[in-house]
């Protein structure tokens, strides 16, 4: 069977990560769902090769292949915890730690958008006010929540003066 027109081509990522934009650099690491799939599991605790395979049911060389990835990018570190045979953990580093606000406000914002009748399958509890909680992201300055009609881009000192993008 041949693949669709364009089908194949459409499967091809662009390289972002050299673009003179923030998100598309994020994109490029994070923009893979099964990327952030490995961050989520491993911010409920996961570490093992076996526990994220059984966990997500992805195919062997793709996990391989992601958590790879994800330890050249900083966002896991491989320690070993068994050497006959070799086998390790993956552990968030500050790096990767860092990516949970983004869940947490992709959870939010599948709560709003993407839960039927049935209610969230997850509820997040805030530990150090003992409250459950959903993400909001707000100014830095005057902690009001953000909204994209209130928010203005502005070339910062790292952008090039010739970027088309």
């Known amino acids: 069977m041949q693949p669709l027109s364009g089908y194949a081509d459409a499967m091809k990522r662009t390289d972002t990560s050299g673009w003179p934009c923030t998100v598309a650099r994020s994109v490029d690491v994070l923009g893979d769902h099964w990327n952030l799939l490995l961050i989520r ?27 790879a990835r994800l330890v050249d990018e900083g966002i896991f570190t491989k320690i070993p ?27 939010a914002w599948g709560e709003r958008w993407l839960t039927g ?21 707000v ?13 203005r881009a502005n070339a910062g000192p790292g952008y090039p003066k010739a970027a088309t993008r």
């Open 41 to 67: 599991q491993a911010c409920l605790g996961m570490r093992r090769f076996d526990d994220f395979q059984s966990a997500l049911g992805i195919g062997r060389n793709i996990l391989t292949q992601r958590l």
């Open 139 to 151: 100014c830095s300055e005057c902690a009001e929540p953000i909204d994209v009609r209130s928010v």
């Open 117 to 137: 009748p049935e209610g969230t399958p997850l509820v997040l509890h805030h530990t150090s006010c003992g409250h459950d909680m959903r993400a909001v992201v």
């Open 81 to 107: 915890y068994q050497e006959s045979p070799a086998r390790y953990e993956y552990r968030l580093t500050d790096k990767g730690r860092d990516v949970y606000p983004i869940l947490a406000a992709m959870a």
